[in-house]
Each structure stands twice: as structure tokens, then as C-alpha cells.
């Protein structure tokens, strides 16, 4: 069981990266230094397009496949545990912000309220 929840939990992370990509591309802070010349000169409508086309079905694909693969009582929970912690590491990381001391508590609260709501979907 637990290799099985590690798998999930690495597909379901790596699908939040990929949606979360796809949204920092359109808004221009994806890697600004290395992308500003591509920034400067398409619009928010031009990038949309680009990720609906090359990023987002991939993101898409990855929830599509850890439903079909897994346990879907844990899918929906893991993702929301992945988008909390990807979220805040995105933040930290491309926006450059500090962490709060009060960000730890609340990201264990989501964990544990993401973990709770599985084992009541587990039980039938």
C-alpha cells in the first residue's frame, strides 16, 4: 500500500508542477530572466494559447492517469495536499517571497484535513 500511495503522491505532484507552470508561463514569471524576450513581445492571450496546447494537456493527461491507475479515494485529497505544497513552493521560489512561520502550521492543517477526508472516502 505504501509504495502505491508514493506513486500516487510523485504523479500527483508532478501534475501540480505542470498545471503551475502552465500558469506562471501565462502570467510572465516563469524564469522572466531567461524568457523576457518572448515575454516582451506576446501577450497574455499568446501565451494562454501556447500553454492550453502544450502544457496544460500534459497536466491534464497525469489526473486522467492517476484516477484510472489509483485508489480514486486518495487521488482527489493528494492532489489537494500536492497544490498546497507546490503552491507554496513555487511562491518561494519564483516570486521570491519569505516563508511565514504561520504558512507551517496551516499547510500540516490542509495535510491532515486532505488525509481525514481519505480515510472517510475508504470507508464504504
Not at 25 to 51: E, K, N
Amino acid at each position: 500500500m505504501i509504495p502505491e500511495l508514493m506513486k500516487c503522491a510523485m504523479v500527483l505532484l508532478f501534475t501540480q508542477v505542470v498545471f503551475l507552470t502552465g500558469t506562471f508561463f501565462i502570467s510572465g514569471q516563469l524564469l522572466p530572466s531567461l524568457m523576457l524576450g518572448f515575454y516582451a513581445y506576446s501577450t497574455p492571450l499568446i501565451r494562454t494559447v501556447i500553454a492550453a496546447l502544450l502544457i496544460f494537456p500534459v497536466g491534464n493527461f497525469m489526473f486522467a492517469y492517476a484516477y484510472a491507475h489509483f485508489n480514486p479515494a486518495w487521488v482527489t485529497p493528494m492532489s489537494t495536499t500536492a497544490f498546497v505544497l507546490i503552491s507554496i513552493s513555487f511562491t518561494v521560489l519564483l516570486l521570491g517571497t519569505r516563508l511565514s512561520f504561520w504558512i507551517v502550521p496551516a499547510t500540516l492543517m490542509v495535510v491532515a484535513g486532505c488525509t481525514w477526508v481519505s480515510i472517510l472516502l475508504e470507508k464504504k
